[in-house]
């Protein structure tokens, strides 16, 4: 029974990793072709808007500056791509190192869940005061303090 568990976890890491390649070489291709795009639209909107402030058409300044615009929604979807391929890289790391953990949404919400019942039990909770001559510990301390 336990082998048969193992062989479907195995299975699963596989197609993971398979799919995760998939999308990561979408991404790359994706990506050289949105840098491409970017830098001519940003060159043909500073070209665009440089003449026309010379030649004072000030119609032509606005299709220069909204080539800008446009150029700068491309990088933006540009560095969201690369985002997106960092995080895939890291779960097929994690998957050849064997650290890999399936984190779909239904285990998400799972885990929101029982952060909000844990969140909600702890205000429940009556504070309790420390005695005076209790020994101090570590837990008092934040975790975030530089002291540590």
């Not at 895939?88 to 399936?102: C, E, H, N, S, T």
Request: aromatic fraction near 6%; proline fraction near 3%; include cysteine.
């Amino acid at each position: 029974m336990q082998s048969q568990i193992d062989d479907i976890l195995n299975q699963n890491k596989v197609d993971d990793l398979k799919r995760f390649l998939a999308k990561r070489q979408c991404l790359n291709k994706t990506n050289v072709c949105l840098n491409y795009m970017f830098h001519f639209i940003q060159s043909a909107g500073i070209f665009t808007t440089t003449l026309a402030a010379g030649y004072n058409i000030k119609e032509l300044v606005w299709g220069g500056i909204a080539l800008n615009i446009v150029a700068s929604l491309i990088n933006i979807f540009e560095q969201t791509n690369n985002t997106l391929s960092k995080r895939l890289m890291k779960d097929i790391v994690a998957i050849k190192q064997g650290k890999y953990v399936d984190e779909g949404l239904a285990v998400e919400a799972d885990k929101n869940q029982a952060e909000k019942n844990a969140e909600n039990a702890q205000s429940s909770k009556v504070p309790v005061e420390p005695e005076a001559d209790a020994k101090p510990n570590n837990l008092s301390v934040p975790l975030l303090d530089s002291s540590v």
